[in-house]
Nanobody, 121 residues
Framework: QVQLGESGGGLGQAGGSRRLSCAAP????????MGWYRQAPGKQRELVAT???????NYADSLKGRFTISRDNVKNTVYLQMNSLNPEDTAVYYC???????????????WGRGTQVTVSS
């Protein structure tokens, strides 16, 4: 099974910052976009941010201005800079990558195993 490699999770304090990284294997080519999702206990998975190979970003409205997503297309790597953390950011963060041959073709998604981010007050 192809799996994305995630790193950067851990325990942090409110008001602090963390940076998550996710790398796709070299065997995955022509990735349209990469991004991050998160799931807190008792809640559904939700979008955090995505970025296309062309640099177009999309953020959850509640996270705009506080989280920043960036990319390195050469390394097939995506980063998530998280600032001004609060306990509500505590969740398992999942990396995602997908490719889609054309808009009318179903997309194919790849996922990481998830990395735990815990923010204490």
């Amino acid at each position: 099974q192809v799996q994305l490699g995630e790193s950067g999770g851990g325990l942090g304090q409110a008001g602090g910052s963390r940076r998550l990284s996710c790398a796709a294997p070299g065997s995955i080519r022509r990735i349209n976009a990469m991004g991050w999702y998160r799931q807190a206990p008792g809640k559904q998975r939700e979008l955090v941010a995505t970025i296309t190979s062309g640099g177009i970003t999309n953020y959850a409205d509640s996270l705009k201005g506080r989280f920043t997503i960036s990319r390195d297309n050469v390394k097939n790597t995506v980063y998530l800079q998280m600032n001004s953390l609060n306990p509500e950011d505590t969740a398992v963060y999942y990396c995602n990558a997908y490719r889609q041959l054309r808009p009318t073709t179903p997309r194919f998604d790849y996922w990481g195993r998830g990395t735990q981010v815990t923010v204490s007050s």
